[in-house]
C-alpha cells in the first residue's frame, strides 16, 4: 500500500517536508511495540475471565487477527492481494479435524500438516497466477475460494456441508492444555506472529520484500528473482492463515465448508488498514476494533459490518495511516513537546 | 588492451517490439577497466541494450557472455555474474529510506533461491539490527557523499535518487557496471560524484557501460563510444573520432545539415533542455 | 444440447452478463480501472426496484426509475468521493484503488442489505404479456424484453462510442490520463460520465435480469465477478466483444452444470479464469497493440 507512511495531500502545491526514520531499526523499533501487545492482551484476558461468551469473542477475535497477519506479507509489505485465505484458514482447520477424527496421530501434528498444506496450496496457486496481478489477481482467487469451498461441500472425506465435529482434545507431549489455558495460548500466538512479523518487517527480507512492491525490476536487477519471493511470501502468508482455521476450529470443536466465508476475507482486507499498516500489530487492533464493531456491539445489530465498510473508506480517504500511525504521530509530538532543547529539526 | 581477455562480450543481440526493431545484430565488447561509452538520439536502442543485457529485458537472439561465463537468463541470475544496473527512470522504493534502498543493493544477492529466502526470512527474524552489511552501505554512502541515510528516497532530488541508484548498484560489487543517464537531472556536485565512483570502479578494473545524450560529457569521460542508430551500432572507436565521424553529424543532425554546414558545431543548445525529465 | 429451453437460458445469462461487461467495458474504456462495483450496481437496482414495489406499493414505473437513477448516483458516487481521490493520492501504484472499488464493493453489499433487508426478493415484471410457447418451449416476457434491450443497448453504446465527441474521447482518455490531460481533454468530466453511464447499464441488467431467479444483497458479488470473467474472454476489441464474452460465459454456465453436474461448473470458471489470464488477458477480440 502507497498510502502507508504517506500523509495526506496538502491543499496546495508545495513540497511535504522531508519525513525520515532511523535507517537502521533500533531495539525499539523492533522490540518496544511487543510490551505494549503483551499488555493489551493481558488486559483482554483479565476482561474476558471466565465468562464463555467473552472467551468465544477472543478465539474469534485471535482467528481474525491470524488471518489478516497472514495476509500482511503478501498484501501490506509485498503489495499483490489475494482473496483465498478463506481456503487456507479451511485447510488448517480440516488438518486438524482430520487428523482427530480419521487417523490416531497426536492432535498437535494437524496444527503443523495444516500451514504445510495450505503453504503447497499457495505456492500451486500462485504458480498458476503468477503473471497476473491486481485486479486479475483478485477475480483468480475469488474464484478459487468458491471452487474450494464446492468442492468441501461435495468431497465424501470431509463430511459434505455438515463438515466435521467432536474432536479429541489436544495434547501437546501428554500435556493436556484446559480451556482458559488454551485461550491464554490463543492470546499468545497472536502475539508472537505480530511480534515476528514486525522483526521480519525490519530485516533485509523484509527491506527486499517490500522493495518488490514498488520497483520490482530494481529488486531483480539487483539480485533476487522476484517471482519466487512472491511465492515464498504468499506460503508465508498462507501458512499463518492456516493457523487461524486450526485455531477456530480446535476452540470451536466443529468446521464447515462455510466457516471462513468471503466477508472474513473482506474484513480481513480491512483490519490492517483500520489498525494501521506501518506495523502487523496494526493488523491486531483492526481485528479487534472489527470483532468489537460487528459481533460485541448488540446496539449495531446487523449494521457492524456496514460501519466497518465505511469505515474504511473514512480512513482510506482522510486518514490513510490508520489508528496505529496516529497514535504514533501522538507520541511523537508528545516526545517533541517534552524535550523542548532538542529544536524543531529532528 | 587488445590482448587482455574480455570482460563482457555481446553478438548478434536483436530485440523487436511487434514489427518495430529496437536492436539490429549489435555486438558488443568491454574490456576490464574499460568505460565504453553508449550515445545516440532517442529511440537509438541504447536502453534497450542495456535492458538486454542486464537481463530486465530478454533479447530475441544473440550470445553474451560475462568473463567467459554465458550470461542468460533472468536479471537476478546476471546480477549474481556480477553485472549491475542503475535505471533511466530510478527505480527506487519511495516509501523506505535511503539507508534501507541502499542496502537493497547488499542484501537482494543473498535472497538468490528460494531455500536462501526462507533462510534469510528466518534469520531476520531472530536477528534484528546492524548487520555488517550496514556498515559496507555506509562506506559507500560516504564514499558518495550521500548524508542522512534516513530520508525517504522519495523525498530525495533527482539527483540525489541518481546518485543513491549508483550507491545501491555499487553494493553489489559488479564486476561490470551499467548506467543508464546518471547524470540527467544532476546539479554539478553530483554529477562530480558519479564520475569519482566511474574512476574508482574502473580502477579496480571492472568495467562500465556508460549511456548518456550528452556526447561531450561521455566523450571527455570514456575510453571508447559506440554510436547508436534506430538500433544499429554505426560507429565504434575512439571517442574524438565519434565526435567529428560523419556518422555522428548524420546521427544528430541529419543528412541534409551536414550537406549544408560540414562545420556545425556538435552540441545543440538544447541539449540542456534534455536532461530536464 | 438440442433442448430448446437450454439455449434459451444461455441467451439469457449471456445478455446479462454481456450488460454486465459492458458495464465494465465503459469504466475500463475511460479509466483504465476495473470497476468491481458494477456487480452491486446491478443488484442496487434490481433490488431497490423490486423493495419501492412490494414494501412501499410504489407504481412500478416509478419504482424503476428511481431505482436507476439510484444507480447511477452510486456509480457518480463511487468515482467523486472514492476512485478520483485515491487514485490521485497514489498515482501510479494500482493496489490503494483496487482496496477501495473492494471496499466500494462490500460498503453497498452491506449497504443494500441494512436498508433492504436480507431476503431474496422477487424481480418485477416489466412486460405485461403472455409467455411465448412454440413446442415444449417457452419464451417469458422477461427474457424477451432482455434479449431486445440488450441489442438496443449495444447497438446505442456502439453508434455513441463513434459517433459523439464524448464517446470518442473515452478512449483517449483511458489510454493515457496524462496525455489527455495535456492536450486540454476534459479528463474529469470524460470519466464522470464513464462512471454514470456504467451505473446505467448496470441497473437496467440488474432491472431485467432479477425476475429470473430473483434478487438478494449478497447477488452482487457474483454478478462482479461475472461480469468480468465475460470482459475478460470477450475482450475489448470492439464495443459488441462484451456481448460476445457474456453469450459464452452463459452457455458454459447453463451447459456445464447440465451435463457434468453443479460443482463442475466453479471447477470450471477457475481453470477458464485462470488459462484466459494468462493466455490470452486481451481476450477474443483484441485491440491492435500499438507500439
Not at chain 1, 6 to 17: G, K, L, Y
Not at chain 1, 247 to 260: A, E, V, Y
Not at chain 2, 220 to 244: E, K, N, T, W
Not at chain 3, 149 to 176: P, Q
Request: aromatic share 8%; hydrophobic share 50%; proline share 5%.
Amino acid at each position: 500500500m502507497t498510502m502507508n507512511g504517506s500523509s495526506a495531500p496538502p491543499p496546495v502545491e508545495v513540497a511535504p517536508p522531508p519525513r525520515h526514520r532511523p535507517p537502521w531499526p533500533s531495539g525499539l523499533q523492533a522490540n518496544g511495540s511487543l510490551g505494549l501487545g503483551v499488555l493489551a492482551a493481558i488486559g483482554l484476558l483479565v476482561w474476558v475471565g471466565v465468562n464463555g461468551y467473552k472467551q468465544t469473542l477472543l478465539v474469534t477475535a485471535a482467528t481474525y487477527a491470524l488471518i489478516a497477519l497472514g495476509m500482511y506479507i503478501p498484501f501490506v509489505l509485498a503489495g499483490s492481494l489475494s482473496l483465498a485465505y478463506g481456503a487456507y484458514a479451511s485447510i488448517g482447520g480440516y488438518a486438524v479435524a482430520l487428523i482427530s477424527t480419521e487417523t490416531r496421530l497426536p492432535l498437535w501434528f494437524g496444527w503443523l500438516i495444516g500451514p504445510v498444506i495450505a503453504a503447497v496450496a499457495a505456492v500451486i496457486l500462485g504458480l498458476a497466477t503468477r503473471r497476473l496481478s491486481g485486479f486479475y489477481l483478485v477475480a483468480v482467487t475469488l474464484l478459487f475460494s468458491e471452487a474450494f469451498q464446492n468442492y468441501l461441500s461435495n468431497a465424501s472425506f470431509t463430511g459434505g456441508n455438515a463438515g466435521l465435529a467432536s474432536f479429541r482434545n489436544l495434547d501437546v507431549f501428554g500435556w493436556y492444555p484446559s480451556n482458559e489455558q488454551l485461550i491464554i495460548a490463543s492470546a499468545a500466538v497472536v502475539c508472537v506472529v505480530a511480534f515476528l512479523l514486525n522483526r521480519l518487517r525490519l530485516s533485509p527480507w523484509g527491506i527486499v520484500v517490500r522493495s518488490m512492491r514498488e520497483v520490482p525490476s530494481a529488486v531483480e536487477a539487483a539480485g533476487t528473482r522476484v517471482p519466487i519471493l512472491n511465492l515464498v511470501a504468499l506460503a508465508m502468508g498462507a501458512g499463518i492463515g492456516a493457523l487461524a482455521g486450526a485455531l477456530f476450529t480446535q476452540m470451536s470443536g466443529s468446521i464447515q465448508p462455510d466457516t471462513f466465508t468471503l466477508n472474513l476475507v473482506f474484513l480481513a482486507i480491512f483490519m490492517p488498514i483500520i489498525g494501521g499498516t506501518g506495523t502487523p500489530w496494526g493488523a491486531v487492533l483492526g481485528a479487534l476494533i472489527v470483532v468489537e464493531l460487528t459481533l460485541n456491539l448488540p446496539s449495531l445489530h446487523t449494521s457492524g459490518t456496514l460501519l466497518v465498510s465505511l469505515g474504511v473508506l473514512l480512513i482510506m480517504l482522510v486518514a490513510p495511516r490508520g489508528v496505529l500511525g496516529y497514535l504514533d504521530t501522538g507520541r511523537k509530538e508528545l516526545m517533541r513537546a517534552l524535550t523542548p532543547t532538542k529544536g524543531t529539526d529532528g | 588492451m587488445a590482448d587482455q581477455p574480455l570482460l563482457l562480450e555481446g553478438s548478434g543481440l536483436k530485440k523487436r517490439y511487434g514489427g518495430v526493431v529496437a536492436l539490429s545484430d549489435v555486438s558488443i565488447r568491454l574490456a576490464p577497466g574499460e568505460i565504453l561509452g553508449l550515445v545516440g538520439p532517442n529511440g537509438a536502442g541504447k536502453t534497450t541494450l542495456v535492458d538486454c543485457i542486464s537481463g530486465t529485458q530478454s533479447a530475441n537472439s544473440g550470445v553474451l557472455t560475462l568473463k567467459g561465463a554465458r550470461l542468460s537468463g533472468p536479471a537476478s541470475r546476471r546480477a549474481k555474474l556480477g553485472l549491475a544496473r542503475t535505471f533511466q527512470y530510478p527505480q527506487l522504493a519511495q516509501d523506505l529510506t535511503v539507508g534501507e534502498n541502499l542496502l537493497l543493493g547488499r542484501v537482494a544477492m543473498q535472497h538468490g533461491s528460494w531455500w536462501r529466502m526462507i533462510l534469510q526470512s528466518i534469520r531476520g527474524t531472530f536477528w534484528v539490527g546492524r548487520s555488517s552489511d550496514a556498515t559496507v552501505v555506509e562506506a559507500i554512502a560516504e564514499e558518495l557523499q550521500i548524508t542522512r541515510l534516513d530520508r525517504l528516497a522519495g523525498d530525495l532530488t533527482l539527483g540525489e535518487q541518481r546518485l543513491l541508484e549508483v550507491g545501491r548498484a555499487l553494493g553489489q560489487d559488479p564486476v561490470v557496471l551499467l548506467l543508464d543517464e546518471p547524470f540527467a537531472g544532476s546539479d554539478a556536485n553530483g554529477v562530480a560524484g558519479i564520475i569519482d565512483v566511474i574512476r574508482t570502479v574502473q580502477r579496480r578494473g571492472h568495467g562500465i557501460i556508460l549511456v548518456d545524450h550528452n556526447v561531450d560529457l561521455v566523450s571527455s569521460l570514456v575510453d571508447r563510444i559506440m554510436l547508436l542508430d534506430r538500433g544499429h551500432v554505426v560507429f565504434d572507436g575512439d571517442p574524438a573520432q565519434c565526435i567529428a565521424s560523419p556518422e555522428m553529424q548524420r546521427v544528430y543532425f541529419g543528412a541534409a545539415a551536414l550537406e549544408a554546414d560540414a562545420d556545425f558545431e556538435t552540441r545543440p543548445d538544447d541539449e540542456v533542455l534534455r536532461h530536464v525529465p | 444440447m438440442t433442448d430448446p429451453q437450454l439455449w434459451i437460458s444461455a441467451a439469457e445469462l449471456g445478455c446479462f452478463f454481456g450488460l454486465l461487461a459492458l458495464s465494465y467495458y465503459v469504466v475500463l474504456a475511460g479509466t483504465g480501472f476495473f470497476n468491481f462495483a458494477v456487480g452491486p450496481y446491478a443488484m442496487v437496482g434490481g433490488l431497490s426496484a423490486a423493495w419501492l414495489v412490494l414494501e412501499h406499493g410504489f407504481e412500478l414505473w416509478l419504482a424503476v426509475a428511481i431505482a436507476v437513477v439510484a444507480t447511477m448516483a452510486l456509480a457518480a458516487v463511487t468515482e467523486l468521493a472514492v476512485v478520483r481521490p485515491v487514485q490521485r493520492r497514489s498515482g501510479r501504484s494500482e493496489l490503494p484503488a483496487l482496496v477501495a472499488v473492494t471496499a466500494v464493493l462490500f460498503a453497498i453489499e452491506q449497504l443494500a442489505g441494512v436498508i433492504f433487508g436480507y431476503t431474496t426478493l422477487p424481480g418485477q415484471e416489466l412486460l405485461n404479456i403472455q409467455p411465448i410457447t412454440f413446442g415444449t418451449s417457452v419464451i417469458l416476457p422477461s427474457d424477451l424484453l432482455l434479449g431486445i434491450v440488450t441489442i438496443v443497448v449495444f447497438g446505442g453504446m456502439a453508434l455513441w462510442v463513434r459517433l459523439s465527441r464524448t464517446g470518442r474521447l473515452l478512449r483517449a482518455v483511458g489510454d493515457s490520463r496524462d496525455a489527455a490531460a495535456l492536450l486540454g481533454l476534459p479528463v474529469n468530466r470524460i470519466r464522470l460520465v464513464a462512471f454514470v453511464l456504467s451505473g446505467l447499464l448496470a441497473a437496467v441488467a440488474g432491472l431485467l435480469f432479477a425476475p429470473k431467479a430473483g434478487v438478494s444483497s449478497t447477488s452482487g458479488l457474483d454478478w462482479a465477478l461475472s461480469g468480468f470473467l465475460a470482459l475478460v474472454v470477450g475482450g475489448t476489441a470492439t464495443v459488441w466483444a462484451p456481448l460476445i464474452g457474456g453469450l459464452i460465459l452463459g452457455a458454459l454456465q447453463v451447459f456445464i452444470p447440465f451435463y457434468f453436474g453443479g460443482p463442475s461448473l466453479s471447477y470450471l470458471l477457475l481453470v477458464l479464469a485462470i488459462v484466459f489470464f494468462a493466455f490470452r488477458p486481451q481476450g477474443i477480440f483484441a485491440r491492435r497493440v500499438r507500439v
